[in-house]
């Protein structure tokens, strides 16, 4: 679903985020980015969303270059793939319901089945009741869950995250991850960038671990030694 | 949600009918006019400071239209009275008279020629000037005769051949053209049309440029959302919409209120403009803009607004 072919990035400056990077997720597969801040999580993450232009290499997503895609073409690439932001990124000058049906209003949704799908996205993250509520009025947590609801309510097949728990204490964390693991269980393809060590080792899944823009590591299964030597390189 | 269920609603939304797309769209659009229109009644003094300049802006244009469109008025109907008066002198032969008549009739650049003897110039004075008394009091008639001369056609150089023509002629004192006074405001009216189109596009720049700079900031206030919109996959098309559609408001509402303006000036002006034209008879009377110059001050400001809006979006939305 993602493939990435020794993919370098250079910042315009000299700083190099990424060295040679590669690696394949397959589809409906989910996988933990980690290492320390500034070793090339959101760099990475920004290739996929296009936000950025690799300097090197490739990348494919559902078999498609999209390094090759034209401009004008990138806006319909990037709905297919959700985002969830560390800041969740939500408008202030509208409810939790508007903010979910941005995505919808955007590819040209009739207003009832929008609707529609924006309150099935609420439903699963639990927040159905707070649709009229304006989103600076609720938690931390809560708007994190909005952001998770607008990223998956028009069902993309992929699904980034960049530190959606950063914000959040341990608790409200562990639940978002849940969250993120049902998605994938309905076949998601998911990448979370997170350097939350001792919660996302508990989670079993793909681990990747960046140090310094070079992928160090490509654990299928990590294992609890990985994680108690990790947990001492935090920053 | 399982797999299946996946797979098969995002087939779902790529299989929309033309039809239910186009009501989407429509939607969207109006979605998006209203909600342009309620943003500027959010910040009304801001608004209304930009409505304010638009209006001043096209109303000049506008003023000047009307002022020119009342004084072709004169010229249309002056142009009628496109004579040139031929002054006889005194003690001419009535068979010198008729010739010189039958001579002009027969002229190419004539359509007719009238004989007025000098007690019908002395009656038509009399009456014209109210001054019937003075006439009758004085011993001998001090008017010569004269033939008026229509010329065939209102064009300055006809009267000029006709005077040069007639200027020689035996019988003749001297010929007098009416046309000169005429002359002067046609070059006048030529001016007034000049000066509106050249005001039109320079005041057109100005509304250009006054909606593009309120769409610039309104574009700098919204760059949270823009940035959003851009990142889950908002065509340049969508982002732009909302302000293209500020950009038709201002240049509408800008142009309404141009009119209004107008409107109330003319109300003002009315009373005292009519007194004045009474002066020059009863034919003439003060016009407004009129429907289809009032159709092309709202289409244009609307257009223009657009335009000013668009060309902010083309140069700030790239940002993102």
């Given amino acids: ?235 | 949600m399982t797999p299946a269920a996946n797979s098969r609603s995002s087939n779902s939304k790529t299989t929309l009918s033309p039809g239910q797309r186009f009501k989407a769209w429509v939607a969207l659009h109006r979605e998006c006019a209203v909600d342009a229109l309620r943003r500027l009644q959010q910040q009304p003094a801001g608004s209304a400071m930009t409505l304010a300049v638009i209006a001043i802006a096209l109303l000049l244009p506008a003023l000047l239209y009307v002022t020119g469109k009342n004084l072709s008025q004169f010229d249309n109907s002056l142009a009628q009275a496109n004579r040139v008066t031929v002054y006889l002198q005194t003690d001419v032969d009535a068979s010198v008279i008729d010739e010189l008549q039958q001579q002009m009739a027969a002229h190419d650049l004539v359509s007719s020629a009238h004989y007025i003897s000098p007690e019908q110039a002395a009656a038509d004075f009399a009456e014209w000037s109210g001054l019937g008394d003075v006439v009758d009091s004085l011993a001998t008639n001090p008017l010569p005769a004269s033939i008026v001369i229509q010329a065939s056609d209102t064009r300055y150089e006809t009267a000029q051949q006709l005077q040069e023509t007639f200027d020689d002629a035996p019988g003749v004192d001297f010929v007098q053209m009416d046309q000169l006074w005429l002359q002067r405001l046609d070059s006048f009216l030529s001016l007034t049309q000049r000066a509106v189109i050249a005001l039109i596009v320079v005041l057109s720049l100005a509304v250009l440029f006054i909606t593009g700079n309120s769409i610039r900031t309104s574009i700098a206030s919204r760059e949270a959302e823009i940035r959003v919109m851009n990142l889950i996959g908002a065509t340049n098309g969508f982002i732009a919409r909302p302000f293209l559609y500020s950009g038709l408001w201002y240049g509408l509402l800008g142009g309404a209120l141009a009119w209004i303006l107008l409107a109330l000036l003319m109300l003002v002006l009315r009373g005292p403009a009519t007194e004045l034209l009474a002066y020059y008879g009863n034919q003439y009377q003060l016009q407004g803009l009129g429907t289809s110059a009032s159709a092309v001050l709202l289409g244009g400001s609307a257009v223009l607004g657009w335009l000013g809006a668009r060309l902010s979006v083309s140069r700030h939305l790239t940002r993102f």
């Avoid at chain 1, 969303?49 to 997503?61: D, P, W, Y």
């Avoid at chain 1, 998956?152 to 991850?177: K, S």
């Avoid at chain 1, 939350?196 to 590591?217: A, E, F, P, V, Y």
């Fill in chain 1, 1 to 235: 679903m993602i493939r990435f072919d020794d993919v370098s990035k250079r910042y315009p400056g000299g700083h190099e985020a990424l060295k040679q990077v590669s690696f394949e997720l397959e589809k409906g597969e989910m996988a933990f980015l980690t290492g320390r801040s500034g070793a090339g999580k959101s760099t990475l993450l920004k290739l996929i969303m296009l936000i950025e232009q690799l300097n090197q290499g490739q990348i494919l997503v559902g078999g498609r270059n999209i390094n090759r895609l034209p401009p004008r073409q990138v806006p319909y690439y990037r709905r297919r793939i959700g985002v969830v932001f560390q800041d969740h990124q939500l408008l202030f000058d509208r409810s939790v319901f508007d903010n979910v049906m941005l995505p919808l209003q955007i590819e040209g949704y009739d207003k009832h089945e929008a609707a529609r799908r924006v309150r099935a996205a609420l439903d699963k993250v639990g927040l159905l009741d707070k649709e009229k509520l304006n989103p600076i009025t609720i938690s931390g947590g809560e708007q994190q869950r909005v952001g998770i609801a607008r990223a998956v309510v028009n069902r993309p097949q992929i699904l980034l995250a960049d530190e959606p728990t950063g914000n959040l204490d341990p608790e409200l964390a562990a639940e978002i991850m849940v969250l993120f693991e049902q998605f994938n269980q309905v076949g998601v393809c998911m990448l979370i960038a997170s350097h939350d060590l001792s919660l996302i080792t508990r989670l079993k899944h793909r681990m990747l671990t960046l140090d310094q823009g070079r992928l160090i590591k490509d654990e299928h299964q990590p294992s609890r030694a990985a994680a108690t030597n990790h947990t001492g390189q935090r920053t």
